[in-house]
């Protein structure tokens, strides 16, 4: 079938984010929020209302000083392929306004389709969904430079990371008007990754050998989050600091992210 | 005044009197409407729900009422399907509450999305994968099976009845109800079910992930089973709650005490299965995904091991066991208090299946977030009971909605 | 009657199912869905051509390479710019949302003249010709009567063309006093002036990149120090090259986080730590003796004013800075000490940092040169991986200013902060000057890029400095705390709207020059800072409009730059890769033509600043810069403002930091209100438990607490410069200040 | 309600109930049934002919194009006014920029032609066309894609318009706000021709007539973010 002949070219796009590198400045946040049209409003310290598709937690060992360590851990969506597609959110949704592509590995968020029942965010482990729990609003003059490329969100929808389609979508224009058939790793690169000062994100194609992520992902020190309940994430995470491999996933006493790895 | 509409061979209070009812429960459904406007021209800014708490207080609530909305299907299962003829003594009321409560659902969720014109997208272009679907779908066929079966009743008004084509249609109706029971009955063991597959589908989160049968998970049976146990005993109360507001004995105590005893027996296994349930969750589902049972009921201002308690033992054996013992049962006492700790258990459960999830933090450096709901969540969420009270009011007078009743209370 | 009713009834039941098999509701019931996906209340960009136009962001000295992105005439995107030697595409938070200061609908749109009383906020809108006839006039009627030394200027840009012309307008309008706004770079200037013998107007190069052992003593290198994206690049580098950061601060801040080891000490001791460990490396002969034995002075004695032989930088260490002396100083293990000069001597090339935090305040001159010293002992001056005093980028020359009595005599008068000259300027010491009215009362005012009533320490003193100012003038082109303290408002383009040099980032190895280009039309009635000059000089007439001769600001940019400006409209930068650095034995002008570890002059010591308070403040607070906040001239963008964490604002309350244990003995808990006093102020704010900082210190972020500019930053937390106060250095007269004593009480 | 009115009712509802158990005489069945078919074709007239007068707003466009004239006078059909830039984004509608090569004065003698000189490149003020073919926010339509890999005539989507001498009046949706063009001149949503609607479902229908990649966990169609941003 058609699928089967193009299932060599699906791609699997994902991040490899080194945290021994980020050093939590939170460029990726506005990055972020610059290209994808995030609002803002005058009081944003309520954290759990506030829309950042990109998030950087700030971890700590839980030692008492001085033995305190922190680590710094940017979470965008981690655009789970669960079992063959079925992240936790895809298929919770009614209406079908969130989908993961088979072609991309991404996962996909309609806003006009949404309704806002949030159930997705009811399924999502990593508080990746974001509600409109405002109609966002730009002082006077500065919706001047919202991205023509990315929609603007009513209230009453859930939105979150989309990993910048709107650059997969332009990187592919400009591969039809230069004959190309496919597109190169540097064409398309998500606005944190690009924004990142330490360097710290990876972008590209999982299942290329030749993009970067590739390899990265195969490092020892690369774990993701939440593994465990099968989420099957596409974010990898590096950390040369076991205790933040710890953090990634929940284990019992016994265990550890080796024995269980 | 309004005599002519009142039932025959029944008595009623003072219109007056029965418009000061109508009036304080009219206000308190203004406070609701006004709320509910505000949420709706406003946005759900008005509520105390953030990007933790997709699912809050509206979410519970409908879960609560359908679980006890189930007294309509369970009570017409018996009676239509079953053949427990006694109990068509009460399943008038069953119906009335049932319709109370699944158009209270609705209302609810009508206001709890985000987007209310668009709703109907969830039937246009429904995701046959989501347990939202299927509740969407059944929820509102069941409520138009449980229209159908209040309109007969409504016919039976004596103003209404005597217009020939009403009175027929209502006949006919009459019927027939025994098809719509059973629909209702099949509908409704598939929505209260999928109701307990939204929580427990969600492998995201390990508080409510549950395994299952095929599609459904266990969740999925617990919920059906459990509204089939404690939605007649919302009825019971709200029976018990009727007469001695109206002080009148409405429904004979055989009556109640079968349905009693069915609903006590169905409690009793249903939580024999829960504490199964939990217990296979508890030492092997959770800590597959490297959870132990006191990380969710630990670390936290609220949530603690009491509330399993308070839902298993205090909101499930105890009513159970005063149910099916015959003493417990024919205490009118001991059997009110049994049906307030169930309906208690069983709001539990869903505030648990809900509120709990939403709390328990699932990443290993996300906190555990508390909510407490806004005054419009309040309201909004009150306002389906004013409603309730209001139609319980106005059926109660014009509708004879007990059969027993002349019989009960004969007018001298 | 009867046929009425059941004909009414059938005629509903007509209109129902012919209006149900009619387009009519199921239409409707679309159309409405399709309104509420497209709300007219929420906006749609327009689309349009994509371009990139590229310039440098001069948000912060740090002058990254940015690459504009615009749709047709609006700007929609600000990114790093790839291939820029600076920051390599990299971009940070701030650059990021520089989009919303342009847009900012809080600009200030077109000349001000203030109408109510001073910081009252009522202004009338002026043309430009007023303004600067207005301006011009003041400065004419003081000019004539022979008080042109008492109008200052202060400006918080770098040592760029337009702080050159600024400072020319002064000299030729007959001004000595020319403030620019003091830093650590000055401190780094000052111990390569004093030890290294490098002229007044080199720059300070730092050749991180080839490093492997950095000795941080509390340099925010990953907040904001320096040229930050630089320095993120090159802390990548460094986990790549195995180099190791050593970070010396009381707090786990985000470079401590990121080091390869945080070691915390008691604030104030970093000096004596530095020179505890020049002590082990001399004790166990670990220093580069080659180096030290062929190219430096002072190191074994030094001959006195009088001619007398006396102890050296060598005995002197032995003598006091033991690591059991130091470590009665500092609170760490001699044993730590010792292992960790071993490890600093280990290194191939290591080198020692000072200039806490983002290096907002010069900092102790003993503490700077007890740090370098420790450079001088390893030879990494001058040397790959080591600090080089770069040569200034030669600007081409302008006229000099033409000779004029009035200039001549006014340029002659004592400056008001009491400095030699304009280099150093102790902008600490223009308040009490102003205040004293001594030497002479200070008439004018021009504030130019900066914001002192904001960005200097003990707020109320600098206010009240102000208040006695009869003519304060601001070219702000925000209504910062500084512009809604002024009469007069002469408002410069933004940045993204006017060509302007941006020069040397701090901490980078090569000598480098940017262009800042005009990426957009002015949204408003504003001018460029440099044209709004050179009109008032023409206003002023005579030998002042001489001396600014150009016809624009443009004019005398190119002038400036001469056959860079080639390079640097094409490019966008200019880099001199080629520059050869004076080798490692070159020395410049020393006395004793050689490094010098110490002279008749000077001998790095450890002598503490006095921190302010008494024993009535139990605690030690120290503020803290994070890369989330700009505490500079520019305040928080929104978006910036978005991404600070609850713990360092919640809603409109700032947050300190304190140790649980700590907070435990006062019975404090986390979001506790209570009052912060100092013997400089006192504010409320709220308390957050934090594990990463030292018991007995706490912990207040710059850049909050602003009362001016839009309200998404007015009016939330705290401005630390309201609570701490100037030290003058007994060295250098900047300011040593780096912490001030605390109490906390429950409010 | 008044006791009168309860006497009348009680009246006619016995009445009625003696002739519901006969049948109703032939003339009340008449007058039943044609006061059915009155509701039914007054409301179906309203649904199908009133409905959409109201629903629509008519819009002239500020100039009247003549785009079969200009289609004859550059070189490169559509594309030479309406091109694709060279990163792949489409122009869409000129700018007076490209228009003013040419038109920097009146060329011929078409009053529209004055009208654009002077009250548009005269002023230099852009010329607000409405566009029949303009797509919501929400989606996100490639011409590279179409036109460039997949070699698509303008005018399957955009039928003969290329040919016109005036431009039609534009039709404008109260509520949703769009172009008739694209909701279709159809309310039933009959087509005769590929260009007669271009809402989501005909976007969808020659994708699957073209065999495009299906990656859609949940539809088993393409992915949303492929025609959405």
């Known amino acids: 079938m058609k699928a089967e002949e193009n299932h060599g070219n699906t791609k699997k796009f994902g991040m490899v984010i080194d945290l021994d590198v980020c050093t939590g400045c939170g460029s990726c946040m506005v990055a972020c929020m610059a290209e994808n049209n995030v609002p803002f409003r005058k009081d944003e310290s309520d954290k759990l209302k506030s829309i950042t598709w990109m998030r950087v937690y700030k971890l700590s060992n839980g030692k008492p000083y001085p033995e305190t360590d922190i680590c710094y851990l940017p979470r965008p969506c981690q655009h789970c392929e669960g079992h063959d597609g079925h992240s936790p959110c895809v298929s919770v949704c009614p209406a079908t306004a969130t989908d993961y592509d088979m072609q991309t590995g991404i996962v996909s968020q309609i806003y006009t389709r949404c309704f806002g029942c949030r159930y997705c965010m009811a399924a999502c482990p990593y508080h990746a969904r974001y509600f409109n729990w405002y109609d966002p609003v730009w002082p006077d003059g500065m919706e001047q430079y919202l991205n023509p490329d990315v929609s603007v969100r009513m209230r009453g929808v859930v939105e979150k990371c989309s990993f910048c389609i709107q650059r997969y979508q332009a990187a592919k224009d400009r591969a039809f008007m230069e004959g190309k058939t496919d597109i190169e790793e540097s064409d398309y690169q998500t606005a944190c990754t690009q924004a990142c000062p330490a360097g710290a994100i990876t972008f590209g194609d999982l299942n290329n050998p030749a993009h970067a992520v590739y390899k990265l992902k195969k490092q020892p020190n690369a774990f993701r989050l939440l593994e465990r309940l099968g989420t099957n994430p596409k974010i990898y995470y590096l950390s040369s600091r076991e205790w933040v491999r710890r953090a990634g996933d929940n284990y019992l006493k016994n265990e550890g992210p080796a024995k269980i790895g | ?412 | 009657m009867k046929i009425d009713r059941r004909s009414f009834l059938s005629l509903g039941i007509g209109v129902a199912a012919g209006t149900a098999f009619s387009p009519l509701p199921w239409k409707l019931m679309d159309d409405v869905s399709i309104w509420t996906q497209n709300w007219p209340w929420t906006p749609v960009p327009a689309k349009g051509e994509s371009t990139y136009v590229n310039s440098v962001c001069t948000l912060c000295p740090g002058s990254c390479g940015i690459s504009v992105r615009k749709v047709d005439d609006r700007g929609v995107k600000i990114e790093g710019m790839k291939g820029h030697p600076v920051n390599q595409g990299g971009i940070c938070a701030l650059g990021l949302a520089g989009l919303q200061l342009l847009y900012s609908p809080d600009r200030i749109k077109t000349p001000l003249k203030r109408s109510g009383k001073r910081g009252e906020g009522k202004w009338v809108s002026i043309s430009w010709d007023q303004a600067i006839s207005e301006v011009a006039g003041k400065l004419k009627e003081l000019r004539t009567g022979g008080q042109a030394h008492t109008v200052a200027g202060i400006t918080g840009g770098g040592p760029n063309t337009l702080s050159r012309l600024f400072k020319r307008f002064l000299a030729a309008y007959g001004s000595p006093n020319f403030f620019n706004t003091p830093s650590i770079d000055n401190s780094y200037r000052l111990a390569l002036q004093m030890m290294n013998g490098a002229t007044p107007d080199a720059t300070v190069g730092l050749d991180l990149e080839n490093t492997d052992f950095i000795l941080s003593f509390g340099c925010g290198l990953l907040d904001g120090w320096g040229s930050p994206v630089h320095m993120f690049k090159t802390n990548t580098a460094w986990r790549k090259t195995q180099a190791r950061v050593i970070q010396i601060e009381p707090r786990l801040s985000r470079t401590a986080a990121k080091a390869y080891q945080w070691i915390p000490i008691t604030p104030g001791s970093e000096g004596a730590l530095a020179l505890g460990i020049a002590n082990v490396l001399i004790t166990e002969s670990l220093y580069r003796k080659d180096f030290v034995d062929n190219y430096t002075s002072g190191f074994e004695g030094v001959v006195n004013a009088s001619g007398e032989l006396q102890k050296g930088f060598k005995q002197h260490v032995l003598d006091n800075f033991s690591p059991k002396a130091v470590s009665e100083i500092t609170g760490l293990d001699p044993a730590a000490i010792t292992l960790l000069a071993r490890e600093f001597a280990k290194a191939k090339a290591p080198i020692a940092l000072f200039g806490r935090g983002q290096g907002k305040l010069p900092g102790s001159m003993d503490e700077a040169l007890s740090i370098h010293a420790l450079n001088m002992l390893m030879g990494a001056i001058n040397q790959k991986g080591g600090i080089y005093a770069l040569p200034t980028p030669d600007c081409q020359a302008w006229p000099a200013v033409p000779p004029d009595a009035v200039a001549d005599s006014g340029v002659k008068e004592p400056r008001l902060d009491g400095a030699p000259s304009d280099v150093y300027s102790r902008l600490n010491q223009l308040p009490p000057a102003v205040l004293s009215g001594k030497p002479y009362p200070l008439n004018v005012l021009l504030v130019m890029e900066a914001n002192p009533l904001y960005t200097m320490s003990n707020s109320k003193s600098v206010q009240e400095a102000f208040n006695k100012i009869p003519l304060v003038v601001s070219f702000s082109s925000f209504m910062d705390e500084t512009a809604q303290n002024s009469d007069l408002i002469l408002p410069n383009h933004i940045y993204l709207e006017r060509q302007e040099d941006a020069p040397l980032p701090a901490g980078f190895s090569k000598p480098v020059i940017s262009l800042s280009k005009a990426v957009f039309k002015p949204l408003h009635n504003t001018r460029h800072a440099g044209d709004t000059l050179i009109l008032l000089a023409k206003g002023l007439g005579g030998s002042v409009a001489e001396a600014l001769p150009w016809k624009d600001f443009e004019a005398c940019l190119k002038q400036a730059m001469g056959d860079k400006m080639e390079s640097l409209q094409k490019t966008g930068y200019w880099i001199n890769t080629g520059a050869v650095f004076p080798d490692g034995k070159t020395t410049f002008t020393t006395p004793s033509g050689k490094f010098e570890f110490a002279s008749s002059a000077f001998c790095p010591g450890f002598t503490p600043v006095k921190i302010e308070g008494d024993a009535s403040y139990p605690l030690l607070m120290i503020p803290y810069d994070t890369m989330r906040l700009a505490s500079g001239y520019t305040a928080n963008p929104p978006f910036d403002t978005k991404i600070l964490e609850e713990t360092i604002l919640l809603h409109q309350d700032g947050l300190i930091e304190i140790n649980p244990k700590t907070a435990q003995s006062m019975g404090l808990s986390e979001n506790d209100r209570v009052l912060l006093q100092t013997p400089r102020g006192q504010a409320n704010v709220l308390i957050h438990l934090e594990e990463g900082i030292m018991p007995g210190v706490i912990a207040l972020p710059r850049g909050l607490g602003h009362t001016a500019y839009d309200a998404y930053i007015a009016g939330k937390g705290v401005n630390l410069n309201g609570l701490t106060g100037p030290i003058a250095d007994p060295l250098s007269g900047l300011d040593a200040a780096w912490g001030i004593k605390a109490k906390l009480s429950k409010a | ?229």
Request: hydrophobic fraction near 45%; charged fraction near 15%.
């Open chain 4, 1 to 229: 309600m008044s006791n009168s009115d309860d006497r009348t009712q009680t009246v006619s509802g016995k009445a009625a109930e003696a002739s519901s158990t006969n049948k109703p005489d032939g003339s009340s069945r008449g007058i039943i049934v044609l006061c059915f078919c009155i509701g039914l074709v007054v409301s179906l007239v309203f649904g199908w002919v009133v409905f959409p007068r109201l629903l629509y707003s008519r819009k002239q466009q500020p100039i009247d194009f003549n785009h079969s004239l200009h289609a004859g006078l550059v070189s490169n059909g559509c594309e030479s006014c309406h091109f694709l830039r060279d990163d792949g984004t489409y122009s869409g509608t000129p700018k007076l920029a490209q228009c003013i090569d040419c038109h920097q004065d009146v060329q011929g003698n078409s009053p529209e032609e004055a009208k654009f000189v002077e009250q548009y490149v005269k002023k230099g003020i852009e010329v607000p066309w409405l566009v029949y073919a303009r797509q919501p926010d929400c989606v996100f339509f490639s011409h590279a894609a179409h036109v460039k890999a997949a070699k698509m005539d303008c005018v399957t989507c955009h039928g003969n318009i290329g040919d016109s001498e005036h431009l039609k009046v534009y039709e404008q949706n109260r509520i949703s706000g769009y172009s008739r063009d694209v909701e279709g001149a159809s309310l039933i949503g009959f087509k005769k021709h590929t260009w007669d609607r271009m809402k989501m479902d005909d976007c969808s229908e020659c994708h699957q007539k073209q065999k495009a990649v299906m990656g859609s966990v949940q539809t088993q169609k393409e992915g949303c973010f492929v025609c959405h941003k």
């Open chain 2, 1 to 412: 005044m309004d005599s002519a509409f009142i039932p025959n061979g029944v008595r009623r209070c003072a219109p007056g009197k029965f418009l000061v009812v109508l009036a304080v429960a009219g206000a308190v459904l203004l406070w609701g409407v006004y709320a509910m406007l505000l949420c709706w021209f406003k946005g759900l800014n008005q509520t105390n729900m953030n990007n933790n708490y997709g699912f809050a207080l509206w979410i519970w609530a409908d879960l609560a009422v359908i679980a006890l909305g189930g007294g309509a299907f369970f009570t017409g299962f018996l009676r239509y399907i079953i053949g427990k003829d006694e109990l068509k003594n009460i399943v008038n009321y069953a119906v009335l509450i049932g319709f109370i409560c699944y158009s209270s659902a609705l209302l609810i969720l009508a206001i709890d999305i985000g987007q209310p014109l668009r709703g109907w997208f969830i039937f246009w272009h429904a995701n046959v994968h989501s347990m939202l679907t299927e509740v969407a779908f059944c929820l509102s066929c069941y409520f138009g099976v449980l229209t159908i079966e209040y309109i007969p009743l409504i016919l039976e008004n004596r103003g209404i009845d005597r217009v020939p084509f009403l009175h027929h249609l209502g006949h006919n109706m009459h019927d027939i109800m025994a098809v719509f029971a059973a629909t209702g009955a099949f509908l409704s063991f598939f929505h209260q079910g999928s109701l307990g597959g939204v929580a427990g589908v969600l492998f995201g989160r390990p508080f409510s992930f549950r395994e299952g049968f095929f599609i459904w998970p266990w969740t999925f049976f617990l919920f059906t089973w459990s509204a089939a146990a404690y939605g007649p005993c919302f009825t019971l109360l709200i029976t018990r709650i009727t007469e001695a507001v109206t002080g009148k004995k409405l429904v004979k105590d055989n009556v109640v005490e079968l349905l009693a005893k069915i609903s006590g027996w169905m409690m009793a296994t249903y939580i024999i299965a829960k504490i199964v349930d939990t217990l296979y969750w508890a030492n092997v589902t959770a800590p597959s995904k490297g959870f132990t049972l006191m990380d969710f009921y630990s670390h936290n201002a609220f949530y603690g091991v009491w509330i399993l308690i308070l839902e298993i033992v205090i909101g499930g054996i105890i009513p159970a066991a005063i149910l099916i013992t015959d003493k417990g049962r024919k205490s009118p006492a001991a059997r009110t208090t049994a049906f307030v700790l169930a309906v208690i258990g069983v709001c539990v459960n869903r505030w648990v299946m809900v509120l709990q999830v939403m709390a328990a933090p699932v990443m290993t450096f996300d906190k555990w977030a508390l909510y407490y709901p806004s005054w419009q969540e309040v309201a909004t969420t009150i306002l389906p009971v004013a409603y309730g009270v209001i139609l319980i009011a106005i059926s109660y007078r014009y509708l004879p909605i007990f059969p027993q009743e002349p019989e009960l209370n004969p007018i001298d």
